[in-house]
C-alpha cells in the first residue's frame, strides 16, 4: 500500500511546483535518430555516468521531496545492463504513484513482462514513420519490424496507457501523420507529435527548414478525423485531443509554436548526473558530484536538490534559424 503522499517540497521561483523527474539512465543508443544525434557520436565514458546505485539513491531523495512520478529515459534505457533491476527497484520506491518510460521500442519483445513486473505503468514508445526505408533512414541504424513487435508485445503485456511519440519533419515524415494516428488508432493506444527542437549540432538537415507546425499536423488530421479537445490529464507540455468515438488521444508537444512553460512541474537528471532545471536552459547543478561526496548523508543531497529550485528559469528560448544554443544532444539529457 502507498503511504500517505510526502508534502511537496520542491518550489521554484515563480511557484511552481516540481513533482515529476525524468532520469537518463545512459547517453548510449542503438538507433541514431536524425534530429537526436549526430552521425559520429562519443559517449561517455563508464566512470562519468551515475552508476545504478547513485540512480536510486537520487529517484529515492526525490520522492522524499514530494517527487510522485519518475520517468527513465535515456538514449535508449533498455540498452543498459540491469535496467530491468533499477526500474523493479524504484518501482517499488513507497513514495512513489508512477513510474514510466520512454524507450524506442527495439528491446520490448524481451523486456516488456519484466517492465510490467517492475510496475512499469505506461510507455511512451518513439515512432516516426511506418516505412521501413525511411525508418532506417530517420534511425539510421533501426529495423522497423523490429519495433512493430515490440509495440505490439507491449501492448499485449497489458500496460494502462501506450503512447507513440513521433517527431514530424517536413518533407521526411509529413506525409504520414494520418498513418501514424490511424496506426495508433487501430492498435487501441495514444500518440503524440513533438515539433524538433534545436538540442545539439546535428548534420543531416537544416532544423528551420525540416520544421513542421503542430498546427500543421493538425489541420491535416482534421482532414480524416474528428478530434475533440479534452483537458490536459497529466499537466505535462501536450494539448491533447480525442478521436471521437474512440479512446484514442492524439497529443500535440509544441515547443515552438506552444510555449506550455508556465505550467512546467518537471525537471530532469542527466545521465551524467546533472540536474537540469529546463530543458531548453543550461540551468544546472552537479549532483553526481554532490552524491560522491556524501554518499550516506541523503540530507545534503536533498538541501542541495531544493536549493537547485532557484535556478529553474522561467522559460526556454529556441530558435531553430540560430546555432544551437544548448550544445548537448537529446540523448544525454533524457527526453
Ligand atoms: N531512446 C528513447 C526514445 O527514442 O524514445 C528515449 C530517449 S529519446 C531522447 C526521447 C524522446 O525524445 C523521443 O521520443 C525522441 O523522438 C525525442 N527527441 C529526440 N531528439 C529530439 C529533438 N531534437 N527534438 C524533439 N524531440 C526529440
Ligand atoms: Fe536513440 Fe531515442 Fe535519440 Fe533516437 S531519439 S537516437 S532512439 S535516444
Do not use: W
Not at 513521433?166 to 490511424?182: G, H, M, P, Q, Y
Amino acid at each position: 500500500m502507498r503511504h500517505p503522499k510526502q508534502a511537496k517540497q520542491l518550489v521554484d521561483r515563480f511557484g511552481r511546483s516540481v513533482d515529476y523527474v525524468r532520469i537518463s539512465i545512459t547517453d548510449r543508443c542503438d538507433f541514431r535518430c536524425v534530429y537526436c544525434m549526430s552521425e559520429e557520436m562519443t559517449f561517455l565514458p563508464r566512470e562519468q555516468i551515475l552508476s545504478l546505485e547513485e540512480i536510486y539513491l537520487l529517484a529515492k531523495c526525490f520522492t522524499e521531496l514530494g517527487v510522485n512520478k519518475i520517468r527513465i529515459t535515456g538514449g535508449e534505457p533498455l540498452i543498459r545492463r540491469n535496467a530491468v533491476e533499477l526500474l523493479q527497484k524504484i518501482g517499488d520506491l513507497p513514495l512513489l504513484d508512477e513510474l514510466v518510460m520512454t524507450t524506442n521500442g527495439s528491446q520490448l519483445t524481451h523486456t516488456a513482462s519484466q517492465l510490467k513486473q517492475a510496475h512499469v505503468a505506461r510507455l511512451n514508445i518513439s515512432l516516426d514513420t511506418l516505412n521501413a526505408e525511411k525508418f532506417k533512414d530517420l534511425t539510421r541504424t533501426g529495423d522497423l519490424d523490429t519495433v512493430l513487435k515490440g509495440i505490439r508485445t507491449a501492448i499485449n503485456t497489458g500496460f494502462k496507457r501506450i503512447k507513440i511519440n513521433a517527431v514530424i519533419l517536413k518533407n521526411r515524415n509529413d506525409d504520414e501523420v494520418v498513418d501514424l494516428v490511424r496506426f495508433a488508432l487501430d492498435s487501441g493506444i495514444d500518440i503524440s507529435f513533438i515539433e524538433e527542437m534545436p538540442l545539439g549540432v546535428i548534420s543531416s538537415h537544416n532544423r528551420a527548414e525540416a520544421y513542421y507546425s503542430s498546427d500543421q499536423i493538425k489541420a491535416d488530421l482534421d482532414l480524416h478525423f474528428k478530434l475533440e479537445k479534452i483537458s490536459d490529464t497529466t499537466a505535462g507540455p501536450s494539448d491533447y485531443y480525442r478521436i471521437q468515438g474512440s479512446q484514442t488521444k492524439v497529443g500535440f508537444i509544441s515547443p515552438h509554436s506552444h510555449n506550455f512553460c508556465s505550467t512546467c512541474n518537471r525537471v530532469r537528471l542527466t545521465a551524467e548526473g546533472r540536474l537540469l532545471l529546463c530543458l531548453g536552459n543550461e540551468h544546472s547543478i552537479d549532483l553526481k558530484a554532490i552524491v560522491r561526496a556524501n554518499p550516506n548523508d541523503t540530507e545534503i543531497i536533498k538541501q542541495a536538490i531544493i536549493d537547485a529550485m532557484d535556478l529553474k528559469p522561467e522559460q526556454h528560448e529556441f530558435d531553430l534559424t540560430e546555432q544551437p544554443i544548448i550544445m548537448r544532444h537529446m540523448n544525454s539529457t533524457g527526453g
